[in-house]
């Protein structure tokens, strides 16, 4: 069980970076603000929540990670049930099917916290949308490695 849980917090860290990455590398190129824990700050700053700016940027960036935790706990139930998921194919579905939840959540955002950022919209939801492509290779690249590793582990150390 504690190796399970190491795994998918390394596996939910390596992706949620990986991610947030393409999306800080897309915001430069398009010069656009397509940085999730920044825009999660702004949300959560106007949600009337009594907390300093500074802290709903933390939070932000938190729920950021919390959420990729999210993600990569619900891959891990859904590879060790449907194996057929960690085929090539199995993993660009989940990253369209995350891709398209991703986009859905973030308009429910917008909508709920009645925040109108000043962004090209459609283009968020488009880099966002191949993030989340991103997030899900690399969750099952990791997978795979700390799978292995934790194996190995297992063998010669004991908790």
Do not use: C
């Not at 997978?143 to 190995?152: G, Q, V």
């Amino acid at each position: 069980m504690i190796y399970t849980l190491l795994e998918i917090l390394l596996v939910s860290a390596g992706a949620t970076s990986a991610m947030t990455l393409f999306s800080y590398a897309m915001s430069k190129k398009f010069r656009e603000l397509y940085k999730e824990p920044v825009l999660l700050g702004y949300a959560i700053d106007r949600m009337k929540i009594k907390i300093a700016a500074e802290k709903a940027k933390i939070l932000g960036w938190i729920s950021h990670y919390a959420i990729g935790f999210l993600f990569v706990l619900g891959y891990h139930f859904l590879w060790l049930d449907y194996p057929e998921l960690l085929s090539p194919q199995g993993v660009l579905l989940l990253g369209a099917a995350s891709g398209i939840l991703g986009i859905l959540s973030w308009m429910f955002i917008f909508e709920m916290t009645q925040y109108n950022p000043q962004i090209d919209v459609k283009g968020y939801y488009i880099q966002l949308f191949f993030a989340h492509m991103l997030f899900a290779i690399t969750a099952r690249v990791l997978y795979s490695i700390t799978l292995t590793l934790l194996i190995l582990i297992k063998s010669y150390v004991t908790i």
